[in-house]
C-alpha cells in the first residue's frame, strides 16, 4: 500500500485548520491514508525567525482577510480562538499518547480540537482545555491531566518537532507525499495532483 500522507500542523495553526478539513477527502479520493503530525511551530520559529503570522505587519491584516474569505469559498464555519495564537502544549503531547494507542481516536482528538479552537471560537490554552476536550470523547480526564506531566511524553513531543525540522517542516499546514514537500492549505490541489499523477 502506499504511504500514507504527512501531515503537520499546529493545533494554533487556522490555515492549519482549513487544511484539516480538506486532507482526508483528498487522501481518501486518492486510497492514501493521513498521519497526523501536530507539532509546535514556536518551537520552529526559533530556527526560521518568524513569528505569528497574524501578528506580522502587513502580512497578518491580509492573512485575517484571507481566512476569512477562504473559509468563505470552503464553505466551512471559521471563528478566530480567544486569544490567539495560543500554545498548543497539551493537546499536542495528549495527540501522541493516545495516537501510540490507536491512530483513529488520536485523530478524532485533534479533530475535536480544532473544532473548539476554530469554530467555537475558544483557545486551548492549557492542560485543563485539553483534558476537557479528551473527557468530551470519553478519556479519563484525570488520566489525561496526568498524561500530560510525563517526562516521556514531554520527550515525545520535543522529539515530534526534532523530527519536523529535520523534514524541512516550517510552516502549518504542512504536507509530505512520497517525500515531497508542500506547504500551505492553498498547495492541497497540487498534493492531489501529485498523487495522482507520481510527481512531475
Do not use: C
Amino acid at each position: 500500500m502506499a504511504a500514507p500522507i504527512e501531515f503537520w500542523f499546529d493545533f494554533s495553526s487556522p490555515y492549519g485548520y482549513l487544511g484539516s478539513r480538506r486532507i482526508e477527502e483528498i487522501a481518501r479520493r486518492r486510497s492514501r491514508d493521513v498521519r497526523w503530525r501536530p507539532f509546535l511551530l514556536g518551537v520552529l520559529f526559533q530556527t526560521t525567525g518568524q513569528k505569528p503570522l497574524l501578528l506580522q505587519p502587513l502580512r497578518g491584516p491580509y492573512a485575517s482577510r484571507d481566512l476569512q474569505r477562504t473559509a468563505r469559498l470552503l464553505k466551512e464555519p471559521f471563528r478566530l480562538p480567544e486569544p490567539f495564537p495560543f500554545s498548543s502544549v497539551g493537546p499536542a503531547r495528549f495527540f501522541y499518547w493516545l495516537d501510540a494507542k490507536d491512530h483513529t481516536a488520536a485523530s478524532a482528538y485533534a479533530k475535536a480540537v480544532y473544532r473548539r479552537a476554530f469554530v467555537e471560537g475558544r483557545a486551548v490554552s492549557g492542560a485543563e482545555d485539553a483534558a476537557e476536550i479528551a473527557a468530551a470523547l470519553g478519556h479519563d480526564r484525570a488520566e489525561v491531566l496526568s498524561v500530560l506531566q510525563r517526562p516521556e511524553v514531554k520527550q515525545r513531543l520535543k522529539d515530534i518537532n526534532d523530527e519536523a525540522l529535520n523534514k524541512g517542516v516550517f510552516g502549518s499546514p504542512f504536507f509530505i507525499v512520497d517525500g515531497e514537500p508542500f506547504w500551505g492549505n492553498d498547495h492541497l490541489d497540487q498534493v492531489e495532483r501529485w498523487i495522482e499523477t507520481g510527481g512531475w
